[in-house]
Nanobody, 122 residues
Framework: VQLVESGGGLVQPGGSLRLSCAAA????????MAWFRQAPGREREFVAC????????YYADSVKGRCAISRDNAKNAMYLQMYVLKPDDTAVYYC????????????????WGRGTQVTVSS
């Protein structure tokens, strides 16, 4: 199993960024996919998740209205488009997979990527 995040980087406050997650080694289209993030000194935090079909999504209140999660099952890929980024969005962003729908706690996710750093700073 492999999950590989990409697309992180340095962005100014108010800017946008699109993260990608490439999956391999499991039946991607059968899994709920999610994004989590972890800032230095803080616990890993749920950001958003998307159902196996892509029909349902759920967002943390902290990013609602500023993020859009999507997936392409034909490409075994998931994305997170982020808008109006704030310094508080600075964190390592991880993609994760679970066979059940909608958990927001990290312990319910079976597979994890290594993360991509997002830094929001002027």
């Amino acid at each position: 199993v492999q999950l590989v995040e990409s697309g992180g980087g340095l962005v100014q406050p108010g800017g946008s960024l699109r993260l990608s997650c490439a999956a391999a080694g499991f039946t991607f289209s059968s899994y709920t996919m999610a994004w989590f993030r972890q800032a230095p000194g803080r616990e890993r935090e749920f950001v958003a998740c998307i159902s196996s079909s892509g029909d349902d999504t759920y967002y943390a209140d902290s990013v609602k209205g500023r993020c859009a999660i999507s997936r392409d099952n034909a490409k075994n890929a998931m994305y997170l488009q982020m808008y109006v980024l704030k310094p508080d969005d600075t964190a390592v962003y991880y993609c994760a997979a679970t066979p059940i729908w909608g958990p927001t706690r990290a312990r319910y996710y079976d597979y994890w990527g290594r993360g991509t750093q997002v830094t929001v700073s002027s």
